[in-house]
């Protein structure tokens, strides 16, 4: 299993630019979520997921939109780059049965610079 | 503001030294965990602990809770090396939101 996959792994972008960040999980797990990560911080909840076909907003959901069309995949966009969104994000995944605050599944982390 | 805040924000330790770290939360909840991040490395479950369970043991790491003071602690014994990287503390604050919140971590150095 890989676990937790994103895609790209690194991106620069000019402020106003859009792009989608692409998260995918192969353990049936129901509870999605996107995470940002600034320097020497802990992790703020940007969006997540309950189920396929459903989204949340979580702490800081502005400037940003996701969509959750098939279980295994969870798509976070940016539909103007500004650079206070340059951070690193990260997906997790979890409740494959349990509850959804148990243990998260963690994917490698996409690094985003808005210039 | 952060539901949980772990404490001390940075710790040096020499290889085979325990190591402890603490954290804070605001409100009740059902359960804190603990995460670890290598530098550059997204985070990697530890360790979960209930409302109420005192303490629990896996391997070389001790967590305890102590709801009525709304805290926990990291305890890592002998610690290697490679133990080396940044700690988290999440918990589920019974706020209707089904996500974990994050504290900003402690950064633990294990000089060889």
């Known amino acids: 299993n890989a676990g937790v996959t994103q895609t790209p792994k690194f991106r620069v972008l000019k402020t106003g630019q859009s792009m989608t960040l692409l998260c995918a999980q192969d353990m049936n797990h129901e509870y999605m979520y996107w995470y940002r990560q600034d320097p020497g911080m802990g992790l703020r909840l940007i969006h997540y997921?309950?189920?396929?076909?459903?989204?949340a907003k979580g702490e800081v959901p502005d400037g940003y939109n996701v969509s959750r069309l098939k279980k295994q995949n969870f798509l976070l966009g940016l539909e103007s780059a500004a650079p206070s969104q340059t951070s690193v994000y990260f997906c997790?995944?979890?409740?494959?049965?349990?509850?959804?605050?148990?243990?998260?599944?963690f994917g490698p982390g996409t690094r985003l610079t808005v210039l | 503001s952060q539901q949980g805040e772990e404490d001390p924000q940075a710790l040096s330790i020499q290889e085979g030294e325990n190591a402890t770290m603490n954290c804070s939360y605001k409100t009740s909840i059902n359960n804190l965990q603990w995460y670890r991040q290598n530098s550059g490395r997204g985070l990697v479950h530890l360790i979960l602990?209930?409302?109420?369970?005192r303490e629990k043991h896996s391997g070389r790491l001790r967590v305890t809770l102590d709801t009525s003071k709304k805290s926990s602690s990291l305890l890592i014994t002998a610690s290697r090396a490679a133990d080396t990287a940044s700690y988290f503390c999440a918990t589920d604050a019974r706020t209707g939101r089904r996500a974990l919140t994050f504290g900003s971590g402690t950064r633990l150095q294990v000089q060889p």
């Open positions: 997921s309950v189920g396929e076909g459903t989204t």
């Open positions: 602990i209930r409302s109420n369970e």
């Open positions: 997790a995944s979890s409740g494959s049965g349990g509850a959804p605050w148990d243990t998260q599944y």
